[in-house]
């Protein structure tokens, strides 16, 4: 897709540290290095988000994460974990609308990545779970 920064790095258009890419998706380093080897995976078709992928593309993507995350965690003694991380939507602080998937290396609770989830389970009682379960369920689909 014109304009799109990960298209022009799948068509070498821009040069990307790659580490890994078959047909199906391309594994970069992330330019911020949130911690070091920071790592992109995405599909080489232009999808702009999770909503627009169909099961197969899906099935191909996810498939070749586990491998590539082994190797990034291999490629340093010091990573003792992984966030896997997949935003969608400005407010979910998405900023290129290229799919994409963050691997991002931990070395301990103190590195340069933070996560927060707020525990609300004191607000919500079980009429209200319902309520969200049943919504969700309704739109199921297929
Ligand atoms: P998002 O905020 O959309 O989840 O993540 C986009 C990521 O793309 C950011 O972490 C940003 O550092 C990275 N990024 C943006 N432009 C480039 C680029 O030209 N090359 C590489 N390697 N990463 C990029
Ligand atoms: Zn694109």
């Known amino acids: 897709m014109k304009d799109c920064i990960f ?12 580490v890994y890419e078959d047909d199906i998706v391309k594994a970069f380093l992330d330019i911020s290095q949130g911690t070091p080897g920071h790592t992109l995976v995405i599909p080489k078709k232009h999808i702009p988000d999770i909503f627009e992928y169909d099961e197969e ?3 191909q993507v996810f498939a070749r994460i586990p491998k590539i995350a082994r190797a990034v965690k291999a490629s340093n003694p010091d990573i003792k974990g992984m966030n896997i991380l997949n ?8 900023s290129v609308f290229h799919s994409h998937f963050h691997l991002i290396p931990r070395y301990s609770s103190n590195d340069d990545f933070k996560m927060i989830f707020k525990d609300n389970s004191n607000k919500y009682d079980s009429d209200a779970l319902k309520k969200i379960q049943d919504s969700i369920v309704a739109h199921m689909g297929d």
């Open 7 to 18: 298209c022009k790095i799948v068509a070498n258009e821009i040069p990307s540290y790659t």
């Open 87 to 94: 935003n969608n939507g400005q407010v979910a602080y998405q």
């Open 57 to 59: 593309l899906a099935s």
